[in-house]
């Protein structure tokens, strides 16, 4: 059995990818094998989960050096300490466009990685950094699912259609079975007029299918970062909770009937 890859990814920076990408690898964990790849030399996910990226030694970039390099890869790069598998990052993985310019598959070296943890897991998610460069190419490479937080206002609209131009082209050159499963806005207030104005804008311009329910802004998305923990294990009641469950439900849902743009 394959394991399913979503990609979680935009162009602007602050728009929830972390938050969504771990809490919703957390959910996925109770259905199945998941692992969560933190491909951001940020290293939030990384953080979230816990760890210290300085004091991460052997991560997913000197993991993908070493398996580019001499072909080998090394099992005890992922941390699975807890619910769901991580494969961490540290700030060496700011290097990983320069390192593999020259490499004749360059964009698609983490496609290859992942094959070796195929059989290993049901999901496999993938964080990316607020850019379009190898990195967030690779990524979208390797992935089958594309799922794009947006915050809610119209300045993130700009960041939206930079994100929809990559995967236009990357559908159809490098990686033609990628799907757009859809579009999350995060940080959403349900009394603003703003937010109900750009929800319904966005919906207007990609349709309701390809909307997910809304992530509500909510102090205990941050609180439950500072414990390492999801969600929906330090506050599983709260609104985000409540909203990353339903989230999680669609973006099954949809795997499961390949709804979405592909």
């Given at each position: ?26 959910i ?30 052997y991560?997913?970039?000197?993991s ?30 700011a ?8 490499l ?13 943890f ?36 119209f ?29 999350v ?5 349900t009394?603003?007029k ?44 709260c ?10 439900e669609q ?12």
């Amino acid at each position: 059995m394959m394991a399913k890859v979503i990609v979680f990814s935009n162009r602007k920076g602050g728009t929830g990818k972390t938050t969504l990408a771990f809490n919703i690898a957390a959910i996925l964990s109770e259905r199945g094998r998941t692992l969560l790849i933190d491909f951001d030399s940020q290293a939030h996910s990384t953080i979230y989960y816990g760890l210290q990226p300085q004091s991460i030694n052997y991560g997913i970039y000197e993991s993908l050096v070493e398996f580019v390099k001499n072909g080998q890869l090394k099992k005890e790069v992922v941390v699975d300490t807890k619910s769901f598998h991580l494969i961490p990052a540290n700030q060496n993985l700011a290097a990983f466009d320069l390192e593999f310019a020259n490499l004749e598959n360059k964009e698609g070296i983490l496609k290859d990685f992942l094959l070796e943890f195929d059989s290993d897991y049901d999901y496999i998610l993938i964080d990316t950094p607020p850019n379009l460069g190898l990195t967030t190419l690779n990524a979208l490479t390797a992935a089958q699912y594309l799922v794009i937080p947006v915050k809610a206002d119209f300045l993130s609209l700009a960041g939206l259609a930079q994100i929809m131009d990559i995967f236009y082209k990357v559908n159809s050159t490098l990686n033609p079975s990628l799907i757009l499963l859809g579009i999350v806005p995060v940080m959403f207030v349900t009394r603003t007029k703003m937010s109900k104005e750009f929800l319904e804008q966005v919906t207007n311009i990609f349709g309701k299918n390809l909307v997910f329910h809304p992530l509500r802004s909510d102090v205990k998305v941050m609180e439950s970062s500072s414990y390492a923990l999801p969600v929906h294990l330090y506050s599983p009641n709260c609104r985000a909770a409540v909203d990353l469950r339903k989230i999680a439900e669609q973006i099954l849902w949809r795997m499961k009937n390949e709804k979405g743009i592909g």
